[in-house]
């Protein structure tokens, strides 16, 4: 017999027990009469074997009751059976539920809103596609690289859960063959975007990216992910999710060349997450890509920090001067609070 807190499954070995022990029958002598061995009439008795048709046949002609009678409780207990496995995961997945930002997905609507722990294992069972969340850690998604600026105890249900948006809005997304070497190519055309409105680089980033076989989707922050970007192969295409809520360019473009140096690099082929150093490495790339540095170096040894100095040397290389001002900033030779009008806060509708 097993239960659990609401169903008790109760095998029909415990009606035959009865049976034979009201006629004063042993095991032993019943196994007999129904021509099986001792051993599965002990397993049959103790619910550890099926009780198959042709055992409900021989039932019916040794203890007398329809062999519709032993199969609708076979059929019974197993239904019961299934019943407390699914209760049993289900009190599983609730223990992880405050693990996973339901309330901000909920309300970007991501999964519907409720406060009904087994609705929300419901809800995120079909957002992973998943039968049960404890799957969800065999199922991380390999090589993937991502940028975070920070970690908590939640920051990596965040992450997953980022993710697998990114995946599921990928699939509308009709994209080229994968190509790594028009990628390359492509670099400095992307740079040259940095100096336009989101209204103008929007759709042609998204489409220079997919003629490489890259689908960009743009999503909202999740708060306490830390997280600006991600990326990943899924099946034939790669997926590049970038964070675009209120971002300033410089972070805009800083997380979109990270992200495009894990994918030239091969970092998102690699069957583990990627390592610091990889993340670091991807870092340099984006900061000198976007402010080259000898031209930076020249830059900085003239000391002239000026916002005049800084519009003059973004226009003579070529980016927003919002990324020149950032990268100031970010290396503190100029405060925080200093001609932050010159920073571009994107609005990109994802």
């Known amino acids: 017999m097993r239960h659990s807190k609401s169903t008790i499954a109760v095998p029909p ?9 009201n006629r004063g029958m042993k095991q032993k002598e019943l196994a007999i009469r129904m021509d099986l061995s001792e051993k599965h009439v002990s397993r049959l008795i103790n619910g ?9 046949l021989r039932l019916e002609s040794v203890l007398g009751a329809p062999s519709s009678f032993w199969n609708n409780l076979e059929s019974i207990y197993r ?13 599983k997945d609730i223990q992880l539920i405050p693990a996973f930002p339901y309330a901000k997905i909920a309300a970007l609507g991501w999964v519907e809103k409720t406060r009904v722990a087994e609705e929300k294992v419901i809800q995120l069972r079909r957002f992973f596609e998943v039968a049960k969340l404890e ?23 965040c992450l997953a859960v980022w993710a697998q948006k990114a995946k599921l809005e990928a699939r509308n997304y ?12 492509e670099i400095p055309n992307i740079r040259q975007m ?29 708060g306490g992910s830390f997280l600006h970007g991600a990326t990943f ?12 809520r209120g971002k300033y360019a410089d972070k805009f473009w800083f997380s979109l060349f990270h992200e495009l140096h894990h994918i030239v690099s091969g970092h998102i082929s690699n069957m583990q997450e990627t390592t610091p150093d990889e993340e670091n490495e991807a870092d340099i790339y984006a900061r000198d890509i976007l402010v080259p540095p000898k031209e930076f170096s020249v830059f900085l040894d003239s000391g002239c920090y000026s916002k005049e100095c800084i519009l ?15 990268r100031l900033q970010k290396e503190n030779y100029i405060p925080y609070n200093r001609f932050n009008e010159l920073k571009e806060k994107y609005e990109i509708n994802s």
Do not use: W
């Open 48 to 56: 550890q074997v099926e009780l198959t048709h042709d055992v409900a």
């Open 233 to 244: 192969y899924d099946n034939n295409k790669i997926v590049m999710g970038l964070t675009v």
């Open 79 to 91: 239904e019961k059976l299934e019943r407390i496995r699914s209760e049993e995961e289900m009190e």
């Open 13 to 21: 070995g415990a009606t035959i027990r009865e049976q034979i022990e």
């Open 174 to 185: 009709h994209v080229a063959p994968i190509n790594i070497s028009r990628l390359k190519k």
């Open 135 to 157: 799957l969800l850690e065999n199922l991380r998604i390999p090589g993937i690289a991502y940028r975070k600026t920070g970690e908590n105890n939640s920051s990596d249900y």
């Open 312 to 326: 003059s040397f973004a226009e003579r290389i070529g980016v927003a001067p919002g990324i020149v001002l950032g």
């Open 194 to 222: 940095t100096t336009n409105e989101p209204a103008e680089f929007c759709q042609r980033l998204t489409d220079v990216l997919a003629n490489c076989g890259i689908a960009l989707v743009f999503l909202p922050h999740i």
